[in-house]
């Protein structure tokens, strides 16, 4: 198929639109956007236009729509599954696509893309029931014309689905992965030349996992057994973390967890294992001081309180006063009172004491969580990993300030990257010579630990990449 350049043309952001992108937004404040296929269109068109995160677009929607419980399961298959598979879709439609694909107006280019998803994706939908209902947003807002169009492409995709050919993995290792995987290029390079073929190509597939639910045991209000006991109850399965016992996996990624009465009274939270082994890191001790320099939306504050027994105090920090509310209603809802939110900058911000704990999960790229967050593989550019690291570089300097003699700096971050991890580390202790590295196997099991830091992969540990070092300040 005559489709080779669309990878190139993506990865340089070239958005060829026939039509004036306004036409969109007068469509989508009329009820052309019906059904969960018809608003995944609009959340697609409306995502690619923004700098919205999609989740942010998908709970929004799902406020503001009466879907059932399989209704909301569909929509956020639907919306995360194109986001996550764009490219590999954007493939197979430019080689089927009569004319110039990338020229489409974006909402038809997303009907189709939702179309194609479920034919290739969704084995238990009809190939006529994808087709059909694509056909029927785009004939609504577009007209007959396109709408033929559209159902011609889909139909004679879903007829030689077999035959599609993807770029040759002799001749272009890099480029096929990039379009087999839907990832964009820079990342494929970067990995490959890190991790060699066979790692990176397995870090790739983790990243397109759908993921499981990861919950966490609110030790102050239950035992791991009588959650267990209570999920057996509801036929809802799961798996136990080899790696924290109170970290438990649900295996029903469409299952609403706040509707389960454990959630809302407090004895689960949601929070992925890689963040639990960061929190179980730092070691807090009960009566500890402890400040959280950018701590929302509040899921290791809260763990570090559950640690302390509710004894002490954490001062939980976030630049943006918006963000507070859900450290305060989490905080409510697991029943911990030593929780001080306080809108702040981590960077910036001044304490006339010092601390126990100075926990430091800054701001990161998160491409150790792409598995959560397909977005993040189409949002970040590799322009911003050294921007990134500036940052981080400037908090950990502020967090020197606030630590005592002896107290320990926890530094988190939700990214594989070793510009972000191992490279600020190895120039933090250049510049501090008074810190040193606690060693991480001394508290974690060592198959998450590698040369005294905590460092997790998709594609290793079935969980978030993630990283952490624990910096001592000698006495």
């Given at each position: 198929?005559?489709?080779?350049?669309?990878?190139?043309?993506?990865?340089?952001?070239?958005?060829?639109?026939?039509?004036?992108?306004?036409?969109?937004?007068?469509?989508?404040?009329?009820?052309?956007?019906?059904?969960?296929?018809?608003?995944?269109?609009?959340?697609?068109s409306r995502?690619?236009?923004?700098?919205?995160?999609?989740?942010?677009?998908?709970?929004?929607?799902?406020?503001?729509?009466?879907?059932?419980?399989?209704?909301?399961?569909?929509?956020?298959?639907?919306?995360?599954?194109?986001?996550?598979?764009?490219?590999?879709?954007d493939w197979v439609l430019t080689g089927f696509y009569q004319g110039d694909y990338l020229k489409c107006l974006n909402i038809v280019k997303n009907a189709l893309r939702v179309g194609l998803y479920q034919i290739l994706f969704l084995n238990k939908i009809p190939v006529h029931a994808a087709v059909n209902e694509s056909?029927?947003?785009?004939?609504?807002?577009?007209?007959?014309?396109?709408?033929?169009?559209?159902?011609?492409?889909?139909?004679?995709?879903?007829r030689?689905?077999?035959?599609?050919?993807?770029?040759?993995?002799?001749?272009?290792?890099?480029?096929?992965?990039?379009?087999?995987?839907?990832?964009?290029?820079?990342?494929?390079?970067?990995?490959?030349?890190?991790?060699?073929?066979?790692?990176?190509?397995?870090?790739?597939?983790?990243?397109?996992?759908?993921?499981?639910?990861?919950?966490r045991i609110n030790t102050m209000k239950a035992t791991q057994e009588s959650v267990l006991q209570f999920l057996n109850e509801k036929g809802i399965s799961y798996f136990v973390s080899r790696f924290i016992p109170t970290s438990v996996i649900l295996k029903s990624p469409r299952l609403d967890i706040r509707t389960l009465g454990i959630f809302q009274e407090g004895v689960i939270t949601i929070q992925d294992t890689s963040a639990a082994l960061a929190a179980k890191l730092a070691k807090p001790e009960p009566g500890y001081h402890v400040l959280d320099l950018c701590a929302a939306p509040g899921g290791k504050s809260f763990l570090l309180a559950e640690m302390m027994k509710n004894q002490g105090e954490v001062i939980a920090i976030d630049k943006y006063s918006v963000k507070m509310r859900f450290i305060e209603e989490g905080a409510k809802r697991l029943g911990l009172d030593i929780i001080k939110p306080?809108?702040?900058?981590?960077?910036?911000?001044?304490?006339?004491?010092?601390?126990?704990?100075?926990?430091?999960?800054?701001?990161?790229?998160?491409?150790?969580?792409?598995?959560?967050?397909p977005d993040i593989k189409w949002k970040r550019e590799r322009e911003d990993i050294p921007i990134l690291q500036s940052m981080q570089r400037r908090i950990l300097l502020n967090a020197v300030h606030h630590v005592k003699t002896g107290g320990i700096i926890l530094y988190s971050t939700c990214t594989t990257e070793p510009e972000?991890?191992?490279?600020?580390?190895?120039?933090?202790?250049?510049?501090?010579?008074n810190f040193e590295l606690d060693p991480a196997e001394k508290y974690l099991p060592s198959e998450v630990c590698s040369d005294g830091f905590m460092q997790t992969f998709p594609h290793k540990h079935y969980i978030d990449g993630a990283f952490a070092a624990r910096l001592r300040k000698k006495d």
């Open positions: 198929m005559e489709n080779e350049y669309i990878v190139d043309n993506l990865e340089n952001n070239i958005e060829i639109v026939e039509q004036n992108e306004t036409i969109s937004e007068r469509n989508e404040s009329i009820a052309y956007f019906i059904g969960v296929r018809g608003i995944a269109v609009k959340i697609l995502f690619e236009r923004s700098d919205a995160y999609l989740e942010k677009l998908l709970d929004n929607e799902i406020r503001n729509n009466n879907f059932n419980q399989m209704d909301k399961g569909l929509l956020t298959e639907l919306v995360n599954g194109v986001i996550r598979w764009k490219w590999k879709l056909v029927e947003i785009v004939k609504k807002i577009q007209g007959e014309k396109t709408a033929g169009l559209v159902n011609a492409v889909l139909r004679n995709v879903a030689n689905i077999e035959n599609v050919r993807f770029p040759g993995r002799e001749e272009d290792l890099q480029y096929y992965l990039s379009v087999v995987y839907s990832h964009p290029r820079w990342m494929v390079k970067r990995w490959l030349d890190r991790f060699g073929e066979q790692d990176a190509e397995a870090l790739l597939s983790a990243n397109n996992r759908r993921p499981f639910i990861p919950i306080t809108t702040a900058d981590a960077e910036t911000v001044e304490f006339d004491r010092e601390f126990d704990i100075v926990f430091a999960d800054v701001p990161c790229s998160g491409l150790g969580t792409i598995s959560k967050k972000e991890n191992i490279d600020n580390i190895k120039w933090f202790l250049e510049v501090f010579p």
